[in-house]
């Protein structure tokens, strides 16, 4: 199948590329956009990394400062002795206060990604929201159950040639109708050269059995959204669930025939949702609601 117009236009936009320092660890960034505009950061779920955003950033970068991070231990970013989300949100933080945004920016996160930008979302004095795509509450993620199972993310292989390596790209949990030259893209970059051919570019000590707790949800005290697949995760009594625990304040918005990879089956729902949520926050009062007092 053939890249649309609309793929390679976006992913034609080559994004600045820069490395910073976070508690001993290298930090991979990549940027769109002006800097005088507002900002999103953009954090990617579990043995992802920050190209699996190359074909949304674009489109909120018109009006957006968007900056995309590769989490430690996974990406072009350095490794650690161990992980977990206190390093993985101040990786978070600290890439707000090196990209100098006109104001606190909202963080978007996807999966595990969610839970991380929420962790980093309770310093309300940092960040101006928090929107979470498909991330479950109480659950492991896919990525950890596949890892904990023993079903995937074991250690790493190494492939004789790129194309053998990319053939082998999967996601977990698996979506029948992921865009092919997205999941071309999205495996590429999700590859390195290593000695007797090309690897995996995650650490696989990456997985842990940490996950989200309610009061998680109840230490945001900045705007919330979240985004449900149809066909994901995160079924409506869970996001019911979790519009309690966010104060009765955060939209919940659904992205149709969805699997839990949005931005992999259906990027063009995903971004007009994004760009929605993200004009109603350029131009409205927050209401922060508190749990505390359902």
Request: net charge negative; glycine share 8%; charged share 20%.
């Amino acid at each position: 199948m053939a890249a649309p117009q609309w793929f390679s236009d976006s992913v034609s936009w080559v994004p600045v590329e820069r490395d910073i320092e976070v508690l001993g660890t290298s930090i991979h960034l990549k940027s769109w956009g002006e800097p005088e505009l507002p900002g999103v950061v953009l954090v990617h779920g579990g043995a992802a990394h920050a190209g699996w955003w190359d074909h949304i950033a674009p489109f909120l970068a018109r009006r957006h400062r968007v900056v995309a991070l590769d989490l430690s231990g996974h990406g072009d970013s350095g490794s650690r002795e161990g992980y977990g989300f206190e390093f993985w949100s101040a990786e978070v933080l600290a890439v707000v206060e090196a990209s100098e945004f006109v104001r606190p920016p909202v963080l978007i996160g996807h999966s595990m990604g969610g839970w991380v930008s929420m962790a980093a979302a309770t310093d309300d004095a940092r960040v101006a929201g928090v929107a979470v795509l498909d991330t479950p509450l109480r659950s492991l993620s896919p990525e950890q159950a596949a890892a904990r199972d023993k079903r995937a993310f074991g250690p790493l292989k190494v492939y004789p040639t790129l194309i053998d390596a990319i053939s082998h790209f999967r996601t977990v949990p698996d979506q029948a109708d992921s865009l092919p030259f997205v999941m071309d893209h999205v495996a590429r970059r999700s590859l390195r050269e290593v000695d007797g051919g090309w690897s995996w570019k995650f650490d696989p000590r990456i997985f842990g059995s940490a996950r989200p707790t309610p009061e998680l949800l109840q230490s945001v005290r900045c705007r919330a959204a979240l985004f449900r697949a149809e066909r994901g995760l995160v079924t409506t009594d869970v996001a019911a669930e979790m519009y309690a625990l966010f104060g009765r304040t955060a939209p919940v918005v659904e992205i149709p025939l969805a699997g839990h990879h949005i931005m992999l089956d259906q990027p063009l729902p995903l971004v007009s949702g994004l760009l929605t949520l993200l004009a109603d926050w350029d131009h409205s009062v927050a209401q922060i609601g508190s749990a505390e007092h359902l």
